[in-house]
């Protein structure tokens, strides 16, 4: 997945009726002064390939992406967010080296430690020109305290409620959003669901065929009998 | 408090006030805020009329006859009229998410099923269609067709049930519901048949249905779906042209085709707003492309056309039906090369959607690699639909508020998911 | 008591024997009033069993009443959420004496295929008495129906006076339950020790 060849082997590909990933971010570069789009290949299905949207320039860029006829997205279906843990993630690097035999390529394997981040993911699509979907994501900078992405529920209003839920079980801030409050949980509630990490309230004592973790939670509410 | 205040206030209370400013309230002194309100009144600033805490804020559920299950709206109400209204969610936020994150791809089929639980089969199919797409599986002909089949069976069931329910909200108790619920359970004859159960189907699998049809079972279908159009003209007959059916709902929670878009609506609701948009034919999955049929689109985007809009797609699905039931073949309906257990994707991610009764319904998937996502996320068609209730409600009555929520059509289990 | 066989023999000389607390039983039973009270997919079957072909009133048991008030039977189909069992607990409280819980489905009994979800309450019994339970996900129509006949047979055999007679005729027995508040992390408290009293389970090795 990081294979830098196959990485750009897939940015040539394009999402249905778009221009290839290449073109999306010559343009997009080209009229948003700064920006640096990171594309993120996805090798299961690769017209579904994304890229990643610094916050600071989010919104511009989703202007451009709904407003220009270019692309014309004016319909944002699907906004998500992801939790990634910390990791510890595996690179390939390919170094060019010339020795005495001429140049080659080396693979190196790298290791190094991800800090954890959460994500906004957009699924946008054009019901005018039937086109789409284009996924743009937005990354936080770590996953305690600067949560905080940019909105684009001023571009897309679809947007409301979908960033009022990434916010409520994430842990998202979205900066700009009109109403930002809890929705799916009550007002009181302190935790972020659907995060990774979350611990659920230990309130459930017996399970018909428990498994793993429930198996585990099992044996500690209700003892073996029988022989053993 | 003297008669006359009393009076005055009783007549506001009806929305009277709002006609003549300078009627008899331009000179009656300033009321005095009422001795013990019904309902708490809290002065809303910028407004005058708030300033004399003639506000009245209302919470309609989440127990509430008219709103289809624990739904609930903070509605803020100036004489009859609604000056403002948050739906409150989350009273049925059953975990769907993390659930079908911790269990296997297999695992997440059922819990589909009760998503949007008058639509099953459309709900497995959205998410196979997303499993597919992220590993790469296709599904044999016939069972392409079985899928195009039990998925415009549930449409009929969603739609006939949705106006049902619609009608129930106007007042109309019982006879319209009673209709709708008698072919309901027709249809879900037919599921209960095919799957083994009415309403939490559980049929379809990656690469395929679960279980083929009979001979039987195509016949006995093909006798509902040719009687269906009866039903539809008895229903017709019943309500289109109904006095109170045309004045309680036209012109009423108009939405423009712009907020439309721009606020992710989809489905029936979009297209009475007049834009042509069904993913079934901007976006072909499975093999609609065969079928003719066309694709009703309203006019003005009030209660009506939603209502007309439901009725003209349930003959269209009766048309597909017809097709799909006759040129339906013979064979396998399960790729066997698709894995079920011990399935893993490769690493990756996919979002696959399709037109569900209710919109677009779209399953959002992250893979590691391991038996289990590591995201699942179901895009919920009315529960984005809701975003612009507030504007279709905006000066409307309360009454109104009902039947605009009515034509949303929604299902909690799908908005909280 | 007079028995059975005079019982009909006399019926058939027209004259018709009984005691007060049959009559009131059978007049009570036969009339229940269920709340209009969906919850979530059960509701759907719930109210196909009030629709022509499975028919509730002929158990006489189809007047649904939207207010808790008028409401003598609460039918708690679907899960019922952490969210939402606050509201519950407050519904029952609102309905009058005397009542009766039906728990509806896998969910109400226990929180069914959403057990595990951090907000789905694990069984409506942890907050209010719960007179007959129907499994099922969803349960069929026709399993409702015979829930209600098992709550109506359990009516009939109610005794108005006695060590035996049920909770609302019971004077220390609390015709209202305390209604849970919203926590931090779960409901405050997360069941009632009072009235929920599981049975300790051993599991086989
Ligand atoms: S028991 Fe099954 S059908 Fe009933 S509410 Fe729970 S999930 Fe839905």
Redo the contacts between chains.
Sequence with gaps: ?RDPEKSSELEETAP?GLPSFQEIRRILEERVEGLRLEFIP????PD?SSFCVPTEFALETARILRDDPRFAL?????V?G?DWLDQTVEETILHRETTDEGERTIKEIVRRRRPGFLEA?Y?LYS??A?RG?L?IRQRTANRIDRVRVASLTPI???????EREVYD?FGVRFEGHPDLR??????????Y??RKD?V??D?????PTPQGE?AAK?RRH??????? | MSRQTEGQQFASALGMGNASPEGPRGDSPVLPPPAGPLYEAKPKPGSARAAEGETLEVAVGPHHPSTHGVFRMDVVLDGERIISLKPRFGYLHRNHEKLCEGGTYLMAIPYTDRLDYFCSLTNNWAYVLAVEKLAGVEAPERAEYLRVITAELTRLLNHSCLVGFLLQDMGAMGTPLMYAFREREKLVDLFEELTGARMMCNYMRFGGCRTDASAGWLERTRRVVDDFPRFLDEFEDLLTSNEILLARTQGVGKLSAELAINAGVTGPMLRASGVAYDIRKAAPYGIYERFAFRVPVGEHGDVYDRYMIRMLEMRESVRILKQALKEIPEGPVLNPKARRRNFRPPVGEAYGRLEAPKGELGFYLISDGSPRPYRFRIRAPSFINLTILEDMCLGHTLQDAVIILGSVDIVMGEVDR | MVEEGLRNELSRQNIFLTSIQELYNWGRRNSLWPLNFGLACCAIEMIAASMARFDIARFGAEVFRPSPRQADLMIVAGTVTKKMAPMVVRLYNQMPEPKYVIAMGACAISGGPFKRGYNVLKGIDRYIPVDVYIPGCPPRPEALLHGLITLQRKIAGERLTGPERPRHLRELEPSEYPIPAYGPYDLDPPKNTELWHPKPFVRDA
């Design positions: 997945m249905p996805n090798p299961a299905a579904q004016d319909f944002c279906s699907n998500t992801v993911v699924h019901m005018r039937r979907p996924v897309w209003r679809s947007a409301e409620f979908q079980l809890r929705i799916l949980m009550w007002d009181e509630f302190k935790d669901p659907m979350y659920e309230p309130d459930y004592e017996y399970e429930a099992a209700y003892p073996y009998g029988g022989a053993r």
